[in-house]
């Protein structure tokens, strides 16, 4: 059943730390994102997922982007360890060498709880663990190709939803379709329709803003979705609606960049929670 997601359901995807918390026991995210070439990516993830909430975030990527990421937020470890989650793919060139693909999938191997994006996006069929696709329109067309369904980027902006669901059915994969209505199907079919943004939000580096939302969310729920696999759909949701509604917030009806998204999240974090 497909249903808009609410502020409501948003709230319970908060992992609120309790007396008892450490920073293991709330989650580590483990991030590769970032290259020469997009070495903003990494850090938009990484700012977005500190300001979701996360025990820790390990970033795992190349050295121009990992300075950037330490430049930004000294709290990122850069080295190996314990992780919860993984968020693969946003600024990162899908035309990788064999030792980088044979890591990536060593990492999948792991089955752990992962974030697929933009360029680790053609690994969907190496991921062990459940997995989440962020395509945008243009995105989803290659991993359908991937599976034998041909299609193109105007047939699946006319009817997103049926095409993430396609996607979904045909990859195993909880595929989170991004656009001004973003798009949750699993295997069960179209499960969310998220609402929450506006149209100041189409700016570069807004799809690796929800990337670090989501991988902080996945990190600090992992023990939970073993448990209930539905659970990932709602993570996907809760994390589209997170990022609408920090591109609200950040906007007011102006214009706003990506690293504000990022920036409003305690905010609107807070307010679900204590209405503040
Ligand atoms: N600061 C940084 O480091 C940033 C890094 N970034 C990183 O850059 C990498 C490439 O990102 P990208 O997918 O946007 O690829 P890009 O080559 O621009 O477009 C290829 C074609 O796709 C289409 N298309 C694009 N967006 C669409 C949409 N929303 N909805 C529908 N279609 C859309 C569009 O096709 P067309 O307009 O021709 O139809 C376009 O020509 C990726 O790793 C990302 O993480 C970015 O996040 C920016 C900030
Ligand atoms: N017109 C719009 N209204 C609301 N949200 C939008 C609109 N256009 C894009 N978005 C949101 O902005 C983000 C864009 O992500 P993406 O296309 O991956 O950008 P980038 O690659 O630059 O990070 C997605 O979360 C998408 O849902």
Known sequence: MTTLFSAVEAAGAIAV?????????RGVLGVVTGSERYPGAAVLGVEAASRTGVGMIRYLGPERPAAMVLARRPEAVTADGRVQAWLLGSGTDPERDDDERARLV???DQALPTVLDAGSLDLFAQAKGPTVLTPHFGELVPVLSAVGVETSKQAVAADPATWAARAAAETGATVLLKGATTVIADASGVRFLVRAGQPWLATAGSGDVLGGVLGALLATHQPALAERPELLAELAAAAAWLHGEAG?????GGPIQALDVAEALPAVIRRLLVGA
């Open 17 to 25: 730390p309790s007396a008892d918390s450490d920073k293991y026991s």
């Open 106 to 108: 060593g990492l999948l």
């Open 248 to 252: 609200r917030t950040a906007s007011g």
